[in-house]
């Protein structure tokens, strides 16, 4: 995330940098895995953090919390992983879906695109 050192272990060290669209979601998650005495509510959420130089990236938290016997927390460890690249991906394939059915529901379009692809070599990547 380009924080090395200067990442200190406290909470508003990682929620500051949450994405506003984002903060509300991850900060209930959170909140409610710390307050599950039981243990049995996981931490497992996707999410956009601001990099130090300022770009958000999307990535994937899971974590674990050590509690005492009554189930009182003492110590997160949580793992992130970037998950931006594929998150891209996901949206790209989403949106040549929607292209794709709207050509097939569109015939007239379609012909021109397959008459385009027939005589002047262009070709339909998927």
Same mark, same amino acid.
């Given at each position: 995330?380009?924080? +090395? ?6 909470? =508003? =060290?990682?929620?500051? $940098? ?24 996981? @931490?497992?959420? +996707? #999410?956009?953090?601001?990099?130090? =130089?300022?770009? #958000?990236?999307?990535? @994937? ?25 594929? /998150?891209? $991906?996901?949206?790209?394939? /989403? +949106?040549?879906? /929607? ?28």
């Amino acid at each position: 995330m380009g924080y +090395e050192c200067d990442f200190p272990n406290l909470l =508003s =060290s990682w929620s500051d $940098k949450l994405h506003p669209d984002d903060f509300d979601r991850v900060i209930t998650a959170f909140a409610a895995h710390l307050n599950d005495r039981t243990g049995k509510i996981p @931490y497992s959420l +996707e #999410y956009q953090l601001r990099l130090k =130089s300022g770009e #958000y990236r999307w990535f @994937y938290a899971g974590g674990e919390t050590l509690r005492d016997k009554n189930g009182v927390p003492l110590r997160v460890a949580d793992t992130l992983k970037d998950i931006t690249k594929k /998150k891209i $991906k996901l949206q790209l394939e /989403k +949106e040549c879906e /929607k292209c794709s059915l709207a050509l097939l529901n569109n015939n007239e379009f379609t012909r021109i695109i397959f008459y385009n692809i027939t005589n002047k070599g262009f070709c339909i990547v998927q």
